[in-house]
């Protein structure tokens, strides 16, 4: 067993082993609420990073988004690929630091949930720097980041102060709200937060 987080033999042996132990089988509570009222365009391009096995990614396309998500996991992309046969929904093999050129400035939206806690501390300026390449100008980014309030990791601890040092350059940051719908076991530890390219 791979025990770099850095690399892509990592996950992939937790996904082959079962061990996925921050999958919940579907997309996040606060994010389907979110997304329920973000009256964005039919048609939408929307980017799913670190999309796992694609809860989140499955749902944008079934509300009628064209979605690419992107995972570094062989096992997490195949799976997508075979539950998305039917959808608008593009299921990428590839490191998010080495995102195609063409996909800069591609997407009206990207959707965040538990890739920025899996990031290493080093990268997550880096990070920030690619979700606001590929977006367009003005467009917007929302994630749910998890606060787990000890160091460690991965998962990293996401606090409001690591968002703002690390997305505040970039992105105007709206309200930071702690959901009252997140899963059992991660309730009053995560931030939903809707933010916008500069």
Aim: hydrophobic share 40%.
């Amino acid at each position: 067993m791979s025990d770099d987080y850095r690399h892509s033999a990592f996950w992939q042996d937790r996904y082959e082993q079962g061990a996925a132990g921050w999958d919940k089988g579907q997309a996040a509570p606060p994010l389907v609420r979110a997304l329920a009222g973000d009256g964005a365009a039919p048609g939408a391009r929307v980017l799913v990073p670190g999309c796992g096995y694609g809860h989140e990614a499955l749902h944008l396309a079934r509300l009628g988004y064209q979605v690419v998500a992107i995972d570094f996991a062989p096992a997490a992309v195949a799976r997508l690929r075979q539950r998305a046969a039917d959808l608008s929904l593009e299921a990428v093999e590839c490191d998010i630091f080495a995102l195609p050129a063409n996909y800069h400035g591609l997407f009206d939206l990207v959707v965040e949930h538990t890739c920025f806690c899996a990031i290493p501390l080093d990268r997550r300026d880096d990070y920030a720097g690619v979700m606001a390449r590929v977006l367009r100008p003005g467009g917007t980014l929302l994630g749910l980041f998890w606060e787990l309030g000890e160091e460690g990791g991965p998962p990293h601890n996401t606090s409001r102060r690591d968002l703002q040092r690390h997305f505040g350059s970039l992105f105007e940051l709206g309200e930071a709200e702690q959901p009252g719908d997140s899963f059992a076991g991660r309730r009053d530890e995560e931030w939903l937060v809707r933010m916008t390219k500069k």
